[in-house]
C-alpha cells in the first residue's frame, strides 16, 4: 500500500505533469510533429536527448519510499525537468503509462557480459565472453523458452497510481515491447559471436549464418504472434519515442476502424529495425545476411523506423524495400547529400547532428549553427528532424548552452 507521504508526492507531481501535457504549448508541439511525421509539411521538429547526466545532474532528488512509486516520480520528475531546461519539441502522453510486466527470455543463456565504467562511474563498455565464436559449433547452444506477462503485477501497478493520483491524471496500461520485438539481430550476432567472427562467418559459413539469422528472426515473429494473441498490443503512435530518438505523434495509424474489444495488431503500429553493426558490410551483404529477416516481422507494421549510428545513405537501394518506411536515420556518418536526394519527400530524414557540436568541453555556438543549417540547406527539399543523441559528455554544468542551443535551432526554423 502507498504511504501517505508517497501519495502526496506523487500527487504533487501528477499535478504539475498534467498542467504540462495538458498546455497550448504542448498541442502545438504535437502538430509541429503530426505534420512532419504524415509527411504534410516540414516543420523540423527537434529532440535533445540526455545520453549523459544531465537529467541526474539536475533533476530534484527523489523522496518516495516505495520501489514502484519511486519509478513513477522520476518518470514525473524526468518529463517536468526535460519540459523547464530544454525547449525542445518533446512531448509527453497526457496520461501515466504502465508497462505490461513481460518477460522475453535470452535465446543465449551462456552470454556473460563485463562492463567498465568510463571516467564518471558509468559501465559504457563492455565485453561479452562470445560464445557462439564457433559458430558451426555454437549453433546449438540457442534455445527458445516461454513468453509470460505478469497480469497481476501490472494491475496491481494501475490500481496503485489510480489510487494515488487517478483523478489528477489518467492511468493506461501501455505495451512498449511491439515496437522493437524485431530489433537487434545484428546486434545478437555481434554480441554473441564477436564482430570479427560473424564478419568471416558470412565468407566461410554462410549456410550457418543464414540459419543464425532464421532462428533468431523466428523468435521475433514468435513474440510479436504472442503479443497479438496475448492483447498486448497497445497503439504507439501518440507521444511515444520511436526508432533512435524519434516521436511517432501521428494521426496516420491505424489505418483501419477500431471498436471497443477489437484486438490491436503490428499494422496498427510503428516498429523499429536497425543494424549498426552492418557498417563494414556492402549493401549486397547487407541485402543478403539481414534485409530479409528483419523484413519478416518490419512489414508486419503500420509504419517502420529504421536505423541508428550507421551511414544508410549506401544501403538505400535494399532499405527503399521496407514496406511502410516513414524515417531513416542520418548519422553523423552519413552522407547527407546522397541519401537526401535517394529518399526525396517519401520518407523523413531522422538527422543526428554531431554530438560534439552540442557536447565539446567548450560550445561554439556559431560552429553549431553552421552544422545545423547544412542538414537544413542540403534537406531543404526533404522532410527532416533534428534528434540530438549521444550526447554522452552532457552534465548540468551545460544547462546555459543546451538553452542556447535551443535558441538556435528555433531561430534558423522561423520559431
Not at 509504419?303 to 536515420?329: D, I, M, S
Request: charged fraction near 25%; include cysteine; charge should be negative.
Amino acid at each position: 500500500m502507498t504511504s501517505y507521504q508517497d501519495r502526496n508526492r506523487l500527487r504533487s507531481l501528477a499535478a504539475e505533469y498534467a498542467a504540462i501535457v495538458n498546455s497550448d504549448t504542448m498541442n502545438a508541439r504535437r502538430e509541429i510533429w503530426r505534420l512532419s511525421n504524415r509527411l504534410q509539411e516540414r516543420t523540423v521538429p527537434f529532440q535533445i536527448e540526455d545520453n549523459g547526466s544531465f537529467f541526474a545532474d539536475l533533476t530534484p532528488p527523489t523522496r518516495c519510499e516505495g520501489e514502484v512509486e519511486r519509478d513513477m516520480e522520476l518518470e514525473l520528475l524526468h518529463a517536468i525537468t526535460n519540459h523547464r531546461l530544454i525547449d525542445d519539441d518533446r512531448v509527453f502522453p497526457p496520461y501515466c503509462g504502465v508497462s505490461w510486466q513481460v518477460s522475453r527470455p535470452s535465446m543465449c543463456p551462456d552470454l556473460k557480459i563485463k562492463k567498465v565504467p568510463d571516467s564518471t562511474g558509468r559501465p559504457l563498455g563492455y565485453a561479452t565472453n562470445e560464445p557462439l565464436a564457433d559458430l558451426a559449433n555454437g549453433l546449438k547452444q540457442l534455445r527458445r523458452d516461454e513468453f509470460s506477462v505478469n497480469r497481476e503485477e501490472t494491475y496491481r501497478r494501475v490500481e496503485m497510481a489510480e489510487k494515488a493520483f487517478g483523478d489528477l491524471l489518467p492511468v493506461k496500461i501501455i505495451g512498449p515491447h511491439t515496437l522493437s520485438a524485431g530489433t537487434g539481430l545484428a546486434h545478437k550476432a555481434v554480441t554473441w559471436m564477436g564482430m570479427d567472427n560473424f564478419y568471416v562467418a558470412m565468407i566461410e559459413q554462410p549456410e550457418n549464418v543464414h540459419q543464425f539469422f532464421d532462428f533468431i528472426a523466428t523468435e521475433s515473429i514468435e513474440f510479436l504472434n504472442w503479443l497479438e494473441a496475448e492483447k498486448l498490443i497497445t497503439p504507439n503512435h501518440g507521444e511515444f519515442y520511436v526508432g533512435s530518438g524519434s516521436c511517432g505523434y501521428t494521426d496516420e495509424l491505424p489505418r483501419r476502424s477500431v471498436v471497443g474489444g477489437d484486438r490491436f495488431s503490428p499494422e496498427d503500429c510503428w516498429g523499429f529495425h536497425e543494424a549498426q553493426e552492418s557498417v563494414g558490410l556492402s549493401a549486397e551483404q547487407y541485402g543478403e545476411f539481414i534485409h530479409p529477416y528483419q523484413r519478416r516481422t518490419a512489414d508486419r507494421y503500420g509504419l517502420v523506423y529504421y536505423g541508428c549510428c550507421e551511414p544508410v545513405h549506401a544501403q538505400w537501394p535494399v532499405l527503399k524495400q521496407f514496406q511502410n518506411l516513414r524515417k531513416v536515420t542520418v548519422s553523423p556518418w552519413c552522407d547527407q547529400e546522397s541519401i537526401a536526394a535517394s529518399v526525396g519527400r517519401n520518407v523523413v530524414l531522422s538527422r543526428k547532428p554531431h554530438p560534439l557540436k552540442l557536447c565539446s568541453p567548450t560550445f561554439d555556438a556559431a560552429a553549431f549553427e553552421a552544422h545545423i543549417r547544412e542538414t537544413l540547406d542540403i534537406a531543404k527539399d526533404n522532410f527532416v528532424e533534428l534528434i540530438f543523441r549521444d550526447t554522452n559528455p552532457l552534465n548540468g554544468s551545460m544547462k546555459d548552452r543546451v538553452a542556447e542551443a535551443c535558441r538556435i535551432v528555433r531561430r534558423l526554423m522561423d520559431r
